[in-house]
């Protein structure tokens, strides 16, 4: 297999965003766990599992910043929108191609290029993720970090128990998350496919019938 199969669509600063946010979220899902489900769970003390899910927080929090950054900086952030004249039937074939295409061996209806990410749905999809879910997790874990200093902003939102009803709801949300998105990224010409690509930040087009499904 020569490198003129190979096109590099993820650049370093994304892969690196990528899997310190991947790292980040299954360490905040675990400590989550432990802090909710206190008295069935005993990984670590309560505690510890507090002070290290504020940590790793933060730390998403930071790689969020790099994350926009990259790509309001670079006019990339246009990747994750959907064009409005054509969402519609771009989202129609992909809905037929992840209904039944995959299992009868289709061509994906999108093919992937460093100015074309994601499919319809992927877009869709990842402008709730990025600009309304993740934020709303992160805005409710520092509101629950501190609470007197925010105690504000939290009445705003209708108390304390709502903020921490949509912090949990949404660690839900992302704990399912990344079990599909795992499962999706196995989805390339081979299971590992993509996987690598997020290592490298070079996409193997294999054939063009291969499945594209990309990583953010």
Do not use: C
Not at 96 to 103: L, N
Not at 172 to 187: K, R
């Amino acid at each position: 297999m020569g490198d003129d199969n190979l096109m590099y669509v993820h650049p370093a600063p994304v892969r690196v965003w990528h899997w310190v946010n991947a790292v980040g979220f299954i360490i905040l899902i675990i400590t989550g766990i432990q802090i909710r489900f206190a008295e069935m769970v005993n990984w670590f003390s309560l505690e510890e599992a507090i002070q290290l899910h504020n940590y790793v927080g933060f730390v998403v929090i930071a790689a969020y910043g790099l994350w926009v950054s990259f790509y309001f900086g670079t006019m990339k952030i246009k990747l994750y929108f959907p064009n409005p004249r054509t969402f519609v039937p771009d989202a129609i074939k992909q809905v037929k191609y992840y209904g039944s295409g995959i299992f009868k061996g289709d061509p994906n209806p999108h093919h992937m290029t460093p100015d074309n990410k994601f499919n319809a749905l992927q877009q869709k999809a990842y402008v709730g993720l990025m600009f309304v879910f993740l934020p709303a997790q992160m805005i409710t874990g520092l509101f629950l970090w501190r609470v007197k200093r925010f105690e504000n902003y939290i009445d705003l939102l209708g108390g304390i128990k709502i903020v921490s009803t949509i912090h949990v709801l949404l660690f839900f949300f992302f704990t399912a998350f990344i079990f599909v998105h795992a499962y999706l990224a196995t989805l390339g010409h081979t299971p590992l496919a993509h996987f690598k690509a997020m290592f490298t930040g070079y996409e193997d087009h294999h054939e063009p019938e291969a499945t594209e499904d990309a990583i953010v």
